[in-house]
């Protein structure tokens, strides 16, 4: 294989014969340092539609960035028609750094990861509390998820007024996080919104939670210029359709924050997930974790974090907690 020196010239530069005649290749890709930042808010079938101060336009990946893909949220570099005029196309040449990054697998045995959405800083796992029943293991599961990419998580109970929250919340009174309880009869009159909105200002919040739930409804509630089809749940099954395909990000009005709207989920794999990761959601554990033995799982004989906790440096339910969540890693999410 050919080395080029220090300094270059045109005898260093690979030609290949082509039908359309001789052309220069070299290993040189363009900085493009003249590209515009955009935002990415929503990706269909290859296209990306990327907001640029105040203006949309669609986009493709470049054949420069190989395998690297965009996905919502991410902060990417545009060249091309910026116009967003019809059936012009643009160039994503760049993606920045990413700030999280939340992903999921198809399963847990699937080891290919699933990148949800890029940038957020909070998810918010919205169930409900009936029709459909409460699924406690897959809140664990985003909890999971949440955690290990660096996210707050906000628990968003919707339907109340068929179901009381009590019982669920209870379950997650160790873990200190924050939450929300609303009902149909508070998003018909927007109060439901406007205390969902106090918590995503100044955030960019990533919303799930399986299909039927009422989340859509309520970005719907929170952005109601953007609505987005909503579906039925039904009765005998309590299986919602799936009425967002595609995740979607759309600012909150007077620009006071983001929300990222995700396709219904009915699992949430956490194959790609660390203990290690996790556990840095429980400051108050972490400490008790440098005797752990190496790669400990945190629910076995030589955990330290048992002698940790009988010596009252932290709460017991913490530490039930962390393992209630860890063994979700284990067990499939309709065990």
């Known amino acids: 294989m050919r080395r080029y020196g220090k300094n270059p010239d045109e005898d260093d530069v690979r030609v290949r014969p082509n039908r359309k005649g001789n052309r220069p290749r070299t290993n040189i890709r363009p900085k493009h340092e003249d590209a515009s930042e955009g935002l990415v808010l929503t990706v269909d079938r290859g296209r990306l539609t990327v907001l640029i101060d105040d203006r949309t336009i669609t986009a ?22 910026l116009s967003g005029a019809k059936d012009t196309l643009a160039r994503i040449v760049r993606v920045e750094p990413r700030t999280s990054t939340l992903r999921r697998t198809a399963d847990d045995d699937d ?27 897959l809140i664990d599961r985003c909890l999971v998820a949440a955690y290990d990419a660096g996210l707050d ?18 379950s997650y009174g160790a873990l200190g996080v924050p939450y929300l309880v609303t009902n149909r009869d508070e998003l018909a009159d ?8 106090e918590r995503l200002a100044g955030r960019m919040t990533a919303f799930v939670g399986h ?17 987005r089809a909503t579906g039925h749940v039904n009765a005998h099954t309590g299986r919602g359709r799936h009425t967002t395909t595609s995740a979607l990000a759309l600012p909150l009005p007077g620009d006071t924050g983001w929300v990222i709207d995700t396709p219904g989920v009915r699992s949430f794999g956490l194959h790609h997930v660390d203990p290690a990761r996790v556990v840095l959601a429980f400051p108050d554990l972490v400490p008790g974790t440098e005797g752990c033995p ?6 076995e004989p030589d955990c330290a974090l048992d002698e940790w906790v009988a010596e009252g440096h932290a709460d017991p339910a913490r530490l039930y907690s962390l393992r209630r969540l860890l063994a979700t890693r284990e067990r499939r999410e309709g065990d």
């Open 60 to 81: 493709m990946k470049a054949r420069e960035l190989g395998r690297k893909s965009a996905v919502v949220g991410d902060r990417v570099a545009v060249v091309g028609d």
């Open 153 to 170: 998580p906000l628990l968003v109970l919707t339907k109340s007024d068929l179901a009381p929250a009590d019982t669920l919340l209870a």
């Open 190 to 197: 927007g109060s439901a919104a406007d205390r969902v909105r």
């Open 294 to 299: 190496r790669a400990c799982s945190h629910d």
């Open 111 to 137: 080891p290919y990861e699933r990148v949800v959405v890029a940038n957020a800083d909070q998810l918010a796992i919205v169930t409900a509390l009936a029709d459909p029943e409460p699924r406690p293991r």
């Open 211 to 227: 299909s039927g739930v009422g989340k859509t409804t309520l970005v719907n509630a929170l952005v109601p210029e953007r609505r």
